[in-house]
């Protein structure tokens, strides 16, 4: 008998499936390697992760081993993202549906939500979400701002059945008006009083540099073209136009390029124009105002 075959035979507890995964991955390079094993293995027994540590004593069955088995082979031979292995991300503590169709949305994003936030005035408003993707942007400001009305809009139109399909499990679907095409050609000559967008900014040059995770995850969310900022660079030259007076945009980026966006923004007619940092001070998101009349 192999040692594959008696380890497949053998009694598991939770715990000793935890430590097992977690010294694999980390063998694979995996980073999070314990985190990623207590949610495949949460998600194999249908439980949340803090019962795994109350159960942890308890056996698992060999048909939650074959699941888990499986969860973990394409996490750590295929390098799926566990938030697509599970079909869900958490963003703004929001349950998301997330697919391939879509980015699996990152804390960082959260930087640009607090940000518009921040920049809303009391009044009704009409916000524009450029490349909604998943919707999280837009759902996390519709949670938040429920008198807004706001505009997800995406090139993709498998994205936007995604983005419907979380409006409407998270019952927030009322907010929400949905466009597809490309960049701000499918709002026409509307204005708004904030637009939010997450676009794609890396460089095709940067394909081969990065994490094998986002190989699934959709390209055209990712890559810009050659520079990683001909997208920013639209937004910079054709959003002032599709603000009200004294409207707000923001815009999340690479941290090298929030130079390059705060001087575009300031050639376009922006002011305060700013740069908001994560808490390993990156500037992560760049936002500026339209100036109001008069001004």
């Known amino acids: 008998?192999?040692?594959?075959?008696?380890?497949?035979?053998?009694?598991?507890?939770?715990?000793?499936?935890?430590?097992?995964?977690?010294?694999?991955?980390?063998?694979?390079?995996?980073?999070?390697?314990?985190?990623?094993?207590?949610?495949?293995?949460?998600?194999?027994?249908?439980?949340?992760?803090?019962?795994?540590?109350?159960?942890?004593?308890?056996?698992?069955?060999?048909?939650?081993?074959?699941?888990?088995?499986?969860?973990?082979?394409?996490?750590?031979?295929?390098?799926?993202?566990?938030?697509?292995?599970?079909?869900?991300?958490?963003?703004?503590?929001?349950?998301?549906?997330?697919?391939?169709?879509?980015?699996?949305?990152?804390?960082?994003?959260?930087?640009?939500?607090?940000?518009?936030?921040?920049?809303?005035?009391?009044?009704?408003?009409?916000?524009?979400?450029?490349?909604?993707?998943?919707?999280?942007?837009?759902?996390?400001?519709?949670?938040?701002?429920?008198?807004?009305?706001?505009?997800?809009?995406?090139?993709?139109?498998?994205?936007?059945?995604?983005?419907?399909?979380?409006?409407?499990?998270?019952?927030l679907a009322s907010s929400l008006e949905w466009s597809c095409g490309d960049g701000f050609e499918p709002v026409g000559e509307r204005c708004f009083d904030i637009i939010v967008s997450n676009p794609p900014y890396l460089a095709e040059s940067e394909a081969r540099e990065l994490a094998p995770e986002l190989s699934h995850e959709p390209k055209q969310a990712l890559f810009a073209g050659p520079e990683g900022t001909e997208f920013l660079l639209r937004i910079a030259e054709q959003a002032r136009e599709r603000l009200t007076p004294g409207g707000w945009l923001g815009v999340e980026l690479a941290p090298h390029q929030a130079d390059a966006m705060s001087g575009w923004l300031r050639e376009a007619g922006f002011e305060d124009v700013m740069m908001h940092r994560d808490l390993s001070d990156r500037a992560r998101v760049v936002s500026g105002r339209r100036p109001r009349m008069g001004e």
């Open 1 to 171: 008998m192999s040692g594959a075959t008696r380890a497949r035979d053998r009694n598991w507890s939770v715990l000793e499936l935890l430590r097992w995964t977690t010294s694999y991955f980390e063998e694979k390079g995996i980073d999070a390697a314990r985190l990623d094993a207590e949610c495949l293995l949460a998600d194999a027994l249908e439980i949340d992760r803090l019962r795994l540590y109350i159960d942890f004593e308890k056996p698992v069955t060999p048909e939650e081993r074959d699941h888990y088995r499986a969860l973990v082979r394409r996490r750590a031979d295929e390098r799926v993202p566990v938030a697509l292995l599970l079909g869900k991300k958490e963003f703004w503590s929001l349950p998301l549906e997330v697919t391939s169709d879509v980015l699996v949305p990152r804390p960082e994003t959260e930087i640009l939500v607090e940000a518009a936030l921040q920049a809303m005035t009391d009044a009704p408003l009409e916000i524009l979400d450029l490349g909604t993707g998943s919707g999280a942007i837009a759902l996390a400001l519709a949670k938040e701002r429920p008198d807004a009305h706001i505009i997800a809009s995406d090139v993709s139109a498998a994205a936007l059945e995604v983005a419907r399909r979380n409006a409407e499990k998270l019952e």
